[in-house]
């Protein structure tokens, strides 16, 4: 995902500053939803992603920091192929891109579950920082007494 582009989408630059300046990899960030909307032609999917540090714990997993929910609301869609969804949906990454016409191309390139790609004219994007309720991060983060940002 290029963070010339996404720093250039409603949304974007604060995504960018939760991850200090950085792109996030969205590498092994969870889908947890997606809904369609057809009166207004929209997505809206949510993506938990966190930043992977080098640092170990105590029981050997790898200390997880930076934990956001990434909103994602993709306005007039024009083209829409998503295969697999699951009850984990772990992704290799997330990328976007512009195509040649200026439309959003949106890429969820899976792990295990939804992959795909959505393709419209408008994107915005939201975070909301923390753990999401449900995760498996929940349970790790309270187990080593991390914080869930």
């Keep these: 995902m290029s963070a010339a582009i996404v720093g250039g989408i409603p949304g974007g630059p604060e995504l960018l500053q939760w991850f200090e ?4 990899s969205f590498q ?32 050997g997993y790898f200390v997880c920091t930076r934990h956001v929910v990434v909103t994602f609301k993709l306005s007039w869609i024009s083209r829409i192929e998503l295969d697999g ?13 512009r195509t040649g016409d200026g439309e959003i191309r949106l890429d969820l390139e899976p792990a295990y579950g939804l992959g ?6 408008e994107v915005e994007i939201s975070i909301t920082p923390g753990i999401p309720v449900g ?5 790790v983060a309270s187990d080593s007494g991390t914080s869930s940002a």
């Design 135 to 139: 995760s498996q991060y929940t349970r």
């Design 116 to 121: 795909g790609f959505i393709l419209a004219r």
């Design 85 to 97: 969804f699951n009850h984990q949906n772990a992704l290799f990454g997330l990328k976007v891109s």
């Design 21 to 24: 300046g950085r792109m996030p």
């Design 28 to 59: 092994d960030a969870e889908v947890l939803g997606l809904s369609l909307d057809r009166a207004s032609a929209c997505a809206i999917l949510n993506v938990h992603a966190f930043e992977m540090t080098s640092e170990v714990d105590d029981r």
